[in-house]
């Protein structure tokens, strides 16, 4: 029953997240057009400065909420003033920050942008905090509700303020108005009275500190990327890189970040079964890797017709980024399902053990990466600093479920085998097929392309599967639910 509802409940939170990102990619189709790489690389470097102190100051107040048995008023409260806090701070510190910041890159308009691009993170941590009460009884159709409505009214002013003004702060205003848009709408449906009260503390406590110290971890790990091209490179060329970046991260954004949550939750159900725990997490992850791995092979092959259809001309600059960047995203999938296990089991100090490795590992690969091979660098340092961690995660699991290294990947050689097949057609469709004269065409010859690719991956998973004796996982799943599908069909 509670696999069902976390099925359900992740299947949710997915379909809003390819909505949301799918209005994502619209946007910036249709900005990349009406906007230039430097206008993009401008609000990337506002961008970087901000999600930094966000990252530091991030509390997964969420989290340890559901990790309680009861929640009472007073939590929420608590919940609340926490929050409220955080956001105060980190306004204070994005005002304070501001002007140095701009000096350091010799640029006066990044003061104004750090200013209103701080209302965007003080204003994404407030949320009505009852809306825990609902992801505590898997149901997060609110969630879809609320985050699909922000999007469209920020996707709607931001396209209107781009085509008025051609300016870059149609990007930040898009921005803040997301978040501002959301934490309204949960007030609407998870309706709750703001009170300011810490007298539960001690129940968040614990759980935040471990968390809050390996976020800051994490912050100077991925901010560092952005800070150090931001000084070496110009901002058109900062431009083509968050861009192809944004691009990269659709596929583990929108599919695999939003089943965090109920992952947790079915995790912490099943924390005192560990039998069942295990093939629960085993069947997770799995699953991950059998849709990440060739969506992320997939969208490096496609790279070129995909910047040049989405973005235009003026930025196939971004078309050799994308192919790399979204292949190093590759071994961040084997870690995916870790962070809910651990938030589930309450070993929230592995985590900023495994950030402080990889931050080691990282940090200087990254510094004389892009000191001498610029944005190449960055690469080779996200493979090797995502690799580590995923060994690392692994080791943790083998400790903590009895799982072996072995038996956590014993069914990933399936996707790979199956991965590589799906590589021929693609790379024969685009060999053999006549190129194309006009957009459509190009649009519809990548159809073609990307449809062979994906028949080939599920018809070489499923002949594996069936070769190996149709053990239980992914492949069983999929059928099964296939199968009740098509009964209540008929």
């Given at each position: 029953?509670?696999?069902?509802?976390v099925?359900?409940?992740?299947l949710?939170?997915?379909g809003?997240?390819?909505?949301?990102r799918?209005l994502?990619?619209?946007?910036?189709?249709?900005?990349?057009?009406?906007l230039?790489?430097?206008?993009?690389?401008?609000?990337?470097?506002a961008?970087?400065?901000?999600?930094?102190?966000?990252?530091?100051l991030?509390?997964?107040?969420g989290?340890?909420?559901?990790?309680?048995?009861v929640?009472?008023?007073?939590?929420?409260?608590?919940a609340?003033?926490?929050?409220?806090?955080r956001g105060l701070?980190l306004?204070?510190?994005?005002l304070?920050?501001?002007?140095p910041?701009?000096?350091?890159y010799g640029d006066?308009r990044?003061?104004?942008?750090?200013?209103?691009?701080?209302i965007?993170?003080?204003?994404r941590?407030?949320p009505?905090?009852?809306?825990?009460?609902?992801?505590?009884q898997?149901?997060f159709?609110?969630?879809?509700?609320?985050e699909?409505?922000g999007k469209?009214?920020?996707?709607?002013?931001a396209?209107?303020?781009a085509v008025?003004?051609?300016?870059y702060?149609?990007?930040?205003v898009?921005?803040?108005?997301?978040?501002?848009?959301?934490?309204?709408?949960?007030?609407v449906?998870?309706p709750?009275?703001?009170?300011?009260?810490?007298?539960e503390r001690?129940?968040?406590s614990?759980?935040?500190?471990?968390m809050s110290?390996?976020q800051?971890v994490?912050?100077?790990?991925w901010?560092?990327e952005?800070?150090?091209?931001?000084k070496?490179?110009?901002?058109?060329?900062?431009?083509?890189?968050?861009?192809?970046?944004?691009?990269?991260?659709?596929?583990?954004?929108a599919l695999f970040?939003?089943?965090?949550r109920?992952?947790?939750?079915?995790f912490?159900?099943?924390?005192?079964?560990?039998?069942?725990?295990a093939?629960?997490?085993?069947?997770a992850?799995?699953?991950?890797?059998?849709?990440g791995?060739?969506?992320?092979?997939?969208?490096?092959?496609v790279?070129a017709?995909?910047?040049q259809?989405v973005l235009?001309?003026?930025w196939?600059?971004?078309?050799?980024?994308?192919?790399?960047?979204a292949?190093?995203?590759?071994?961040?999938?084997f870690?995916l399902?870790v962070?809910?296990?651990?938030?589930a089991s309450?070993?929230?100090?592995?985590?900023?053990r495994r950030?402080?490795?990889?931050?080691?590992v990282?940090?200087?690969?990254?510094?004389?990466?892009?000191?001498?091979?610029?944005?190449?660098?960055?690469?080779?340092s996200?493979?090797?600093s995502?690799t580590?961690?995923?060994?690392?995660?692994?080791?943790?699991?083998?400790?903590l479920?009895g799982?072996?290294?072995g038996?956590?990947l014993?069914?990933?050689?399936?996707?790979?085998?199956?991965?590589?097949?799906?590589?021929?057609p693609v790379?024969?469709?685009?060999r053999?097929?006549?190129?194309?004269?006009?957009?459509?065409q190009?649009?519809l010859?990548?159809g073609v392309?990307v449809?062979?690719?994906?028949?080939?991956y599920?018809?070489?998973?499923?002949v594996?599967?069936t070769l190996?004796?149709?053990?239980a996982g992914?492949?069983?799943?999929?059928?099964?639910a296939?199968g009740?599908?098509?009964?209540?069909?008929r």
């Amino acid at each position: 029953m509670i696999g069902r509802q976390v099925a359900v409940g992740s299947l949710v939170l997915v379909g809003v997240r390819l909505l949301t990102r799918l209005l994502d990619l619209a946007a910036m189709l249709l900005l990349a057009r009406l906007l230039l790489p430097a206008d993009f690389g401008i609000v990337a470097i506002a961008m970087t400065l901000v999600s930094l102190v966000e990252t530091v100051l991030e509390m997964p107040i969420g989290e340890a909420l559901l990790r309680l048995p009861v929640i009472t008023p007073r939590h929420y409260d608590t919940a609340f003033t926490l929050t409220a806090l955080r956001g105060l701070t980190l306004t204070v510190i994005m005002l304070a920050c501001a002007w140095p910041f701009a000096r350091f890159y010799g640029d006066d308009r990044l003061v104004w942008l750090v200013c209103v691009l701080g209302i965007a993170p003080a204003v994404r941590g407030m949320p009505s905090p009852r809306m825990i009460s609902f992801h505590k009884q898997l149901s997060f159709w609110r969630d879809f509700v609320v985050e699909l409505t922000g999007k469209l009214i920020a996707f709607a002013v931001a396209i209107t303020l781009a085509v008025i003004t051609g300016s870059y702060w149609s990007l930040a205003v898009g921005t803040v108005l997301y978040p501002l848009a959301m934490a309204v709408g949960s007030y609407v449906l998870a309706p709750y009275r703001p009170r300011f009260s810490l007298a539960e503390r001690s129940a968040f406590s614990g759980f935040v500190g471990w968390m809050s110290a390996a976020q800051l971890v994490t912050a100077l790990n991925w901010q560092s990327e952005r800070l150090l091209l931001g000084k070496l490179q110009t901002a058109s060329s900062l431009g083509l890189f968050t861009t192809a970046s944004d691009l990269a991260s659709i596929p583990s954004q929108a599919l695999f970040s939003p089943i965090a949550r109920p992952l947790m939750t079915a995790f912490s159900h099943l924390i005192d079964q560990p039998a069942k725990l295990a093939a629960s997490y085993l069947s997770a992850s799995t699953a991950i890797l059998a849709i990440g791995v060739p969506l992320l092979v997939g969208e490096s092959l496609v790279a070129a017709p995909v910047v040049q259809l989405v973005l235009g001309a003026k930025w196939t600059g971004a078309i050799p980024l994308l192919h790399w960047l979204a292949l190093s995203i590759i071994p961040s999938l084997f870690s995916l399902p870790v962070i809910p296990l651990i938030m589930a089991s309450g070993k929230t100090a592995i985590v900023l053990r495994r950030n402080v490795i990889e931050m080691g590992v990282k940090l200087p690969l990254l510094v004389v990466g892009v000191w001498y091979f610029g944005f190449w660098g960055v690469v080779v340092s996200r493979f090797a600093s995502e690799t580590v961690a995923a060994v690392l995660y692994m080791r943790f699991v083998r400790g903590l479920l009895g799982l072996s290294i072995g038996a956590q990947l014993r069914s990933s050689w399936r996707i790979a085998v199956s991965t590589l097949a799906m590589v021929v057609p693609v790379v024969a469709g685009f060999r053999y097929l006549p190129p194309p004269d006009a957009p459509w065409q190009a649009a519809l010859r990548l159809g073609v392309i990307v449809l062979a690719g994906m028949v080939t991956y599920v018809g070489a998973l499923s002949v594996l599967w069936t070769l190996v004796g149709r053990p239980a996982g992914l492949e069983a799943m999929a059928i099964g639910a296939f199968g009740r599908l098509s009964g209540r069909f008929r």
